[in-house]
């Protein structure tokens, strides 16, 4: 390894303020992560729908737990806050909404829409019998 | 500047010329896009697929993700869910993990983890189709 240079430095990121952009920007990778480990779940339950009632009853058990539940809603959140983010990020990548009110908005539509969107689908798991 | 450099009398200009660059430096970029609009296509059939699950026993949602179209969706969905994840997850190690080998280690660890997400699930799929 070339030994180590002394260049300038970029201010850190602590010198700014934070703002809504950067803290969902850390966000969205969070929830990345995140939905990186709940694939096992997906995995699990095409295993377990492939393996047999016994299996399966397994993983009914451990969805319709306290702890289950909490990890699913969760999971639901994270996958809609990324989904929804992600679209965000796909109109910036088309160079559309840089403007300091369309920015804001996007953002604030990601984090507002992925709440409510959330709550709307456990509200149809509910009402769907899922829930039982 | 290395020792390599001072003991050479060609100058740094020559030594890349003609080399030309891989043409692939955007190429995880792009795939991390194209997978994001397929997920988002795929998001909606998605949770209906798992809609209909909800409540049934494992008879019920082996026949349902057995059929033809359903196992479909449900493959593209894995399939671009774990390019996407794999892509994702290799720029947070390669922003944040700076110790070579620990950092070659972790991104073929996250590659195996990918590719054993995304075969269990395709394998449980098509054992699902095939009614065995």
């Known amino acids: ?132 | 500047m290395n020792t390599e450099t001072q003991s050479s009398m060609r100058t740094p200009m020559s030594r890349v010329r003609r080399l030309g660059t891989a043409k692939s430096g955007t190429g995880d970029f792009w795939r991390q896009r194209l997978t994001a609009v397929a997920m988002v296509l795929l998001i909606v059939p998605m949770i209906a697929i798992v809609m209909m699950l909800l409540g049934r026993n494992q008879a019920g949602a082996a026949q349902i993700l057995g059929s033809p179209l359903i196992a479909i969706v449900t493959l593209l969905f894995v399939i671009a869910s774990c390019w996407h994840m794999k892509i994702g997850v290799q720029v947070v190690i390669e922003d944040y993990v700076h110790t070579e080998n620990l950092k070659l280690a972790l991104i073929m660890a996250n590659t195996f983890f990918s590719i054993a997400v995304a075969l269990a699930a395709i394998y449980a799929i098509f054992k699902l189709s095939s009614g065995v």
């Open chain 1, 1 to 132: 390894m070339p030994a180590r240079i002394d260049r300038p430095l970029s201010p850190h990121l602590q010198t700014y303020r934070m703002t809504l952009t950067m803290a969902l920007s850390v966000v969205h990778r969070a929830t990345g992560l995140a939905l990186y480990a709940g694939t096992l779940l997906l995995v699990w339950w095409l295993i377990a729908a492939a393996s047999g009632p016994a299996a399966y009853a397994q993983l009914q058990a451990f969805a319709g737990s306290w702890i289950g539940r909490l990890i699913l809603f969760g999971y639901t959140w994270a996958l809609v806050f990324h989904l929804l983010s992600g679209i965000r990020y796909l109109i910036w990548d088309l160079t559309y909404g840089f403007e300091a009110r369309e920015r804001e908005w996007l953002t604030r539509a990601a984090l507002i829409g992925s709440i409510v969107l959330t709550i709307l689908l456990w509200v149809l798991v509910f009402a769907m019998g899922g829930g039982r």
